[in-house]
């Protein structure tokens, strides 16, 4: 059984930092490029950032980059989105997916977690 299981968010002031967690279980971990995505109300969900496999590049949103910073742990199946420099605008849900590219295409999403960037 696959399961994505975001956890880390809550409420912060502007200016503060946050690190979000997901662990992942019932797939190879590694196989799989990770990555976070957030959703405001009212707006589309929108790539954060993401981890590629082997290697582990990375590419983030115009809005997060130099603040935000996506890595993982194969070894604990677990992929970290550290937010430094919160935003008002960046509230939202955010949510973590597991993506494989292949003849058959597998991806599975978290059940989201909620960040308030609010003073």
């Known amino acids: 059984q696959v399961q994505l299981v975001e956890s880390g968010g809550g409420l912060i002031q502007p200016g503060g930092s946050l690190r979000l967690s997901c662990a992942a279980s019932g797939f190879t971990f590694s196989y799989y490029a990770m990555s976070w995505y957030r959703q405001a109300p009212g707006k589309e969900r929108e790539l954060v950032a993401r981890i590629r496999t082997a290697g582990g590049s990375t590419n983030y949103a115009d809005s997060v980059k130099g603040r935000f910073t996506i890595s993982r742990d194969n070894a604990k199946n677990t992929v970290y989105l550290q937010m430094n420099s919160l935003k008002p605008e960046d509230t939202a849900v955010y949510y973590c997916?597991?993506?494989?590219?292949?003849?058959?295409?597998?991806?599975?999403w978290g059940q989201g977690t909620q960040v308030t960037v609010s003073s």
């Open positions: 997916n597991a993506r494989r590219a292949g003849l058959v295409e597998y991806d599975y």
